[in-house]
């Protein structure tokens, strides 16, 4: 019986293909994050809109699905059962009062606070063995990717 390799090893290392090794890196991060933030009860979508949320507060719904990278639906979700446990709040835009911007309460950047720290270990392993140097020049051209191929 043929096995396939382990990540890391044959067309799954060196020397795979770009997008396959990204994707691949993407799926064991997301799985490392979602472990780290298991104990506080929340998932990796849930620290995602947290974290836009305090970076652009304000935004809506759909504006929140797009810089968090989930679809509507998910975000809809997301966004009730945050508001439920209090950790987001909602007001009307003050000029087009049928849109809902959200914001983080204080429980929610007290929760997000929490989620950084776990993260912080994740985000520590990534950048084992890189310089400060290394690590801006694989932001930037991680960064360049999603500008470049971003669906206009």
């Known amino acids: 019986m043929i096995r396939p390799p382990l990540p890391g ?3 799954r290392g060196a020397q795979g293909h770009l997008a396959y090794l990204l994707r691949q890196a993407q799926a064991a991060t997301r799985l490392t994050m ?3 933030l298991a104990d506080l009860g929340v998932t990796t979508p ?3 809109v947290l974290t836009m949320l305090r970076a652009y507060p304000g935004l809506s719904g759909a504006d929140v699905a797009r810089v968090a990278l989930l679809t509507p639906q998910t975000v809809g979700v997301i966004i009730r059962n945050l508001e439920r446990n209090g950790a987001i709040r909602k007001t009307p835009h003050p000029i087009h009062g049928r849109v809902l911007q ?3 309460t204080r429980r929610g ?3 997000l ?3 950084r720290r776990h993260v912080q270990a994740v985000e520590r392993r990534l950048s084992a063995g890189l310089s400060k140097k290394a690590q801006a020049t694989v932001r930037r051209w991680l960064a360049g990717i999603a500008s ?3 669906q206009v």
């Open 9 to 11: 090893q044959g067309m």
């Open 34 to 36: 979602e472990r780290a």
């Open 46 to 48: 849930q620290f995602a």
């Open 102 to 104: 959200w914001t983080l």
């Open 109 to 111: 950047a007290v929760l």
């Open 113 to 115: 606070d929490k989620c």
């Open 148 to 150: 470049e191929f971003q």
